[in-house]
Structure formats: C-alpha cells, structure tokens
C-alpha cells in the first residue's frame, strides 16, 4: 500500500512549478510538505490524486487507496450534519458515521443544516468525511485552515489513529501537529526553473 512519487513534475496553469519530486509513503507515516505560498503545495497533491496530470514522472498506489480533501470541505448546505456524512458514507460503500462524528465531535450537531455551521464546525464536517471512506492513503491541503486550537487538537488526534491503524497521511500544512515521526519535505530544491528563452525576441510572445 505504500504511494510512491518517482520525478514528478507538476504545472499550474500551464507553468511548471515543481519538478524533480520523489518520495515513498508507507503505511503507517505522514508526510508533511513544506515550503512557501506558492511553491506549488496544492498543485502537486492535486497531482498525486489523480485530478490533474503530471508533466513528468509517475504516481503509484493501490487502486482506490487515495482520498483528497482540499481548500473546499465538500459539505451541502441544506443537509444535516448527519445527513451529509452519511452520502459520503454510501459513497464509498460504508454506513457507520458515529466514528466520525465522535472524532470531530460534531454529535451535539448532527441534526444541525450545514449551512448554519460556523465555518470551524464546516471545516470539523469537511474532515470528518475522510473518516467514512474507508480509504487508506490521506491527501491533505492545509487541513487546520478555520479550526480553533481544540479542533486542531481532534484533527491531530484522527491522524495519529488512522497512522495507527495503517493508514498513511500526506499533507501541507504550517501548523506543528505533533505527530510521531513524521517525516517533512522541504519543496524549496524542487522548485522548477526558469523557462530559458532562445532570443530576445522570444520576450514578447
């Protein structure tokens, strides 16, 4: 089950951005990515889950092991808090969302419309959708954006389990979540260069 990344090249609208990336993520560890906005965190996850192309190099893992959870959480408004895990659930092919509601305690809200959620608890109901999908491999960009310091605290604590359970997490974030053995992956060396121009011409195309 480990996700393996061999000279990946990634472009954002139509730029390359990163290039030259490798790593292998077995079961069990995180990978945190690090580097400045912009370097192309979001482009290369995008990547790795299969929603855009590489330009170069390759991206293998098990089929179906992959879950990605972006800057959006994903959540209709008009349905329960309840209600919208339990689509994501029947999604994937399962139906226990307890766990998930626990983990994020979001119980006291299950009956709770989403589109009345603060946009802490929309983050908390966005993540916990991982929970209900049963897939092994976590994609994440930037995770603790709208969580208070308890939030972030139960987000930790759902990635620490899932690595427990022999799951394995790749994720961009800034903020320090205290797992065990994480390992971190500076972009900065894999920052594409410049686009050489063969004359002075070239600069006005």
Known sequence: MTLEVSDLAVARGGVRVLEGVSFA??????LVLRGPNGIGKTTLLRTVAGLQPP???????????????????????????????????????KSDISQALD???????????????SAGQK????????L???????????PTVSLDRDAVA????????HLAGGGAAL??????????DATVLDLGPFRARPAE?????EAFL
């Open 55 to 93: 330009l170069a190099g390759t991206v293998r893992s098990e089929p179906e092991t992959l879950i990605y959870a972006g800057h959006a959480d994903g959540i209709k408004a008009t349905l329960s808090v309840a209600e919208n895990l339990s689509f994501w659930a029947q999604v994937f092919g």
């Open 154 to 161: 139960m987000f930790a604590d759902a990635v620490a389990a």
């Open 123 to 130: 983050r908390r109901l966005g993540l916990a959708r991982l």
């Open 132 to 142: 209900v999908t049963g897939r092994r491999v976590w994609l994440l960009d930037e």
């Open 171 to 180: 994720l961009a974030t800034h903020i320090e979540l205290g797992l065990d």
């Open 197 to 201: 121009l063969d004359d002075f011409d």
């Open 25 to 30: 993520l077995p079961p069990g560890r995180a």
């Open 103 to 117: 983990a994020f305690a979001l119980a006291p809200l299950a009956d709770r419309p989403a589109g009345m959620l």
